[in-house]
């Protein structure tokens, strides 16, 4: 394993890796290791040295900070301003039953929203830019450090979900918003997944701003019945009792106040952490939840923002019908926990058409021509 | 500006181009002088050329044929919305067709129970939110030409507006796209889901300013009108007070739904064309919007409040809805009140860190001395967004030139403080040659690279937004056709 612990390190290595025509494997935190293709014992480049908060402006609601620097730590220096990363970065190391340390690049590349990304969106809506090194060992910027910029390609937008596929991150820029004062957990029991997620979406379509809004059926959370609507709303003391009474207004009653925040276990995938069988996360359109979510009634799943993602836990012989019926859906299907069989099998996502296929190659070999970054990795 | 030099082969060929057109679309092929005079020019309207031909398709196999033609037949693309363009990206080519989509405004679905509606591109931004107002819903984004733009226009230029300091860009509003690719390839990037299963090319092609293809379809998320939303007027003896009272609003946490400011020249002038009632005592002024549930709004006015008084401000609140709507036809009617003080404007647009507000400020009002030209600031002030206007007169030999050069040492000034060329208007040709000031020839080389990812030829829209683009062979770009991998040796990632 090598170690890379700034810009001109990552820059020598992948130079080398370039003229050697040698792909590697990029690890930070390494919590993120074993999703998607498995890259087959590549070499390793560490760059977990590259941790840190660089610049935090509060006042301009934005920070900067080196790509490995762990969410833990910028969630405390940010709370300290009473203030919040502009995406709910979602941890998965319970769920994966790593050691590592999750890291700001590690979600981000991953695309690792939780519950929250029904408010302010995912790490794409948050990744205002960043530095990196490209695979012809070139330093690249994109985006800027401002909240508001139209200034060439977006991007930023490409980093956020592509797995380290297109370059070696040096640096990344984060709007942040300020942290709400007060949340307030509400539930409805005994509902059936198609009432509850028409609670869930009824709610997502007022004007209430929640942030958290996730189906439980009976087995995944104790006495609630048939399953349970869970909400989570946020604001300050005044308005936040506002929008719990409109919440009541709104559902004609029943709903009940849940002390524990239920949302970090779901939105991280914990609660599937000591289940058996592969995990997905299956993303569709918010309406089709409770028609999916129907099909997979013999197994575990939840689903969170709304509906438009379903946590599942099935066996690996489920795979295909699970892509299928996303597929029908028009949703798609992300194998997030699996066996390496199952993930050289299936791959993180059904193939695209190929058009778009050809499209997502092309655009990886405009970043990285030799294919030296987590080659296969993002399939 | 010059844009590369065209192509006297190609227009030769004029007459056998013009006729494969009508073979795709026999109703919808512009060639004659006075119909093309039409499409001359967009809202820059200081560049003007005639297009080799404009074609006005209606489906998106028709968008397809057109394009598997143009890439056969090496002819240059330029995609054209309602023409609203600021930065100049739909000024048509002497050798390229001008590919118009007004004709495809169909809305195609409204779906409350997933909260989007799916539209055809030439749907006007105004008539998304017209289609759903009456069951409450929105969408966001709104640029001042909302009337007249269209959401195919928003997307190729990832546009912003007044409200999008709370509600995001238009790339923030969009679930997906169907895009006809260079070639004629359809491609289908997100959709109601949102999830792509692969690179964020929905996020890649929002903004691409009509470089990477012609979208054909968009889905775009809608929200629920805030239940309640106030205005504030504040006004400040100085500039620089009103500049660090928007920066002290931000960092206090509270985020208005909208914050746009105005100094005295431009409030006077708004004040004399349409009499929203603003105050001409002030140096400069500040609109406040603040939206949400009634508590959150009440909170959000009182901080707002107390904030103007620190920085020495006063606030007055619009007392009902049409007060409100009084104190902002004023600002959407900015530029035509502009109009009566000089013959000529140019609206600039940079962005800077909020906390540069006053020192950018300052810095302009030297510039102006230094040029001997009038300017006024109108900006949406939350955001750090500039939209200084230069005023000047084209019958005054020099000045035109001098107003462009004014406006570039502006965008300059936006980039030396860490701050952007383009807040939402985009590069175009306006800011080309720019580029340059933001980006090192590395940045510039991997974004060309991206487009020849797209685009291998160097098709669409050239001249537009990159200031030298390399043919792709020399970025050493080897070009996919149709579905063939690059290096079919490697492993697929």
């Known amino acids: 394993m090598s170690k890379a612990d700034n810009l001109s390190q990552v820059t020598d290595y992948v130079r080398a890796a370039r003229a050697g025509k040698a792909p590697f494997e990029i690890v930070a935190g390494g919590t993120r290791r074993n999703v998607g293709k498995p890259l087959n014992g590549l070499p390793l480049l560490d760059v977990s040295g590259l941790s840190g908060i660089l610049k935090y402006e509060p006042e301009e609601l934005i920070v900067t900070a080196a790509p490995a620097t762990p969410l833990s730590e910028i969630n405390a220096v940010l709370a300290e301003k009473n203030q919040r990363l502009g995406f709910d970065p979602a941890d998965w190391s319970k769920l994966l039953k790593s050691n590592g340390v999750a890291t700001l690049a590690g979600a981000a590349s991953s695309d690792a929203s939780g519950s929250g990304k029904l408010r302010h969106g995912g790490p794409r809506d948050s990744l205002l830019g960043f530095q990196a090194v490209n695979g012809l060992g070139e330093t690249i910027r994109g985006g800027s450090k401002v909240v508001k910029n139209v200034t060439g390609f977006d991007l930023p937008k490409l980093m956020c979900g592509a797995y380290g596929t297109l370059a070696v991150l040096t640096e990344m820029t984060f709007r942040v918003y300020p942290k709400p004062q007060q949340a307030a957990l509400l539930f409805l029991a005994d509902v059936t997944p198609q009432d509850g997620f028409a609670v869930l979406r009824k709610i997502a379509h007022s004007a209430l701003e929640p942030a958290g809004l996730a189906y439980l059926p009976a087995g995944m959370m104790s006495d609630v019945g048939q399953g349970a609507a869970l909400i989570k709303l946020e604001g300050a003391s005044q308005p936040l009792q506002e929008k719990i009474a409109l919440a009541h207004g709104l559902l004609g009653g029943g709903l009940q106040r849940l002390e524990a925040d239920p949302f970090p276990a779901i939105g991280s995938g914990e609660k599937f952490a000591d289940l058996a069988g592969d995990v997905w996360r299956i993303m569709v359109a918010p309406s089709e939840a409770p028609h999916v979510a129907r099909q997979f009634h013999a197994q575990h799943w939840l689903g969170d923002w709304a509906g438009g993602v379903l946590w599942l836990a099935a066996p690996p012989v489920e795979a295909s019908r699970i892509r299928k019926l996303a597929a029908d859906a028009k949703g798609q299907a992300m194998l997030l926990r699996a066996s390496a069989e199952s993930r050289t099998l299936h791959g993180l996502y059904a193939p695209q058409p190929p058009a778009l296929a050809a499209l997502n190659r092309a655009v990886k070999a405009a970043f990285d021509p030799l294919f030296l970054f987590n080659p296969g990795r993002l399939a | ?493």
């Open chain 2, 1 to 493: 500006m010059l844009l590369p030099p065209s192509d006297s082969k190609i227009i030769a060929r004029r007459a056998e181009i013009v006729a494969a057109l009508k073979k795709i679309v026999p109703d919808g092929v512009v060639a004659d002088p006075s119909g093309l005079a039409t499409f001359e020019s967009d809202a820059l309207s200081a560049y003007h050329q005639m297009p080799l031909v404009c074609v006005l398709p209606s489906n998106r196999e028709q968008v397809s044929a057109i394009l598997k033609y143009a890439g056969e037949e090496g002819v240059p693309i330029v995609p054209r919305g309602a023409g609203t363009s600021l930065s100049g990206g739909a000024l048509p080519r002497e050798d390229g067709i001008l590919i118009g989509m007004g004709r495809m405004k169909r809305i195609i679905e409204i779906d409350y129970e997933n909260g989007c509606v799916v539209v055809e591109p030439g749907v006007t931004n105004l008539n998304i939110t017209k289609a759903v107002e009456a069951n409450g819903f929105y969408y966001a984004p709104d640029p001042s030409s909302q009337v007249a733009c269209t959401i195919g226009g928003n997307v190729a230029e990832n546009s912003g507006g007044l409200h999008c300091l709370k509600y995001g860009l238009t790339t923030n509003n969009l679930l997906g796209v169907t895009l006809v690719a260079p070639g004629g390839e359809i491609v289908t990037l997100g959709g109601k889901s949102g999830a792509q299963g692969g690179l964020d090319l929905l996020g890649l092609v929002t903004g691409s300013e009509g470089l990477l293809g012609v979208v054909v379809e968009v889905v775009v998320k809608i929200l629920r009108k805030a239940p309640v939303t106030r205005t504030l007027l504040a006004s400040f003896d100085s500039v620089p007070a009103a500049g660090a009272c928007v920066a002290a609003i931000i960092a206090d946490g509270v985020v208005p739904a909208a914050m746009e400011f105005m100094d005295r020249r431009a409030a006077g002038a708004i004040e004399a064309y349409n009499h929203p009632g603003y105050p001409l005592d002030a140096e400069a002024i500040l609109i406040i919007d603040a939206d949400g549930v009634e508590a959150d709004v009440a909170y959000a006015v009182s901080r707002v409040t107390d904030i103007v008084a620190q920085c020495g401000g006063k606030t007055v609140e619009a007392t009902d809805e049409k007060q409100r709507a009084r104190i902002w036809s004023g600002r959407k009617a900015a530029f035509a009140a502009m109009g009566r003080l000089a013959p000529d404007m140019i609206c600039m647009d940079g962005t800077i860190p909020r906390h540069a507000l006053p020192f950018v400020l300052e810095e302009m009002a030297k510039l102006s001395e230094q040029y001997g030209l009038g300017f006024c600031n109108v900006f949406h002030a939350g955001d750090g967004n500039l939209h200084p206007l230069i005023i000047f007169d084209t019958m005054k030999p020099g000045e035109f030139e001098r107003a462009e050069a004014f406006g570039a040492d502006i965008l300059r000034l936006c980039v030396k403080v860490g701050g952007v060329l383009s807040g939402e208007h985009g590069i175009g040709i306006e800011k080309r040659d720019l580029m340059t000031d933001q980006f090192t020839p590395e940045d510039l080389a991997q974004q060309g690279r991206v487009k020849c990812a797209f685009d291998g030829q160097g098709l669409f829209n050239p001249g537009k937004v990159f200031p030298t683009l390399s043919a792709c062979i020399e970025q050493g770009h080897i070009h996919v056709h149709g579905a063939q991998l690059p290096h079919p040796h490697l492993p697929r990632y």
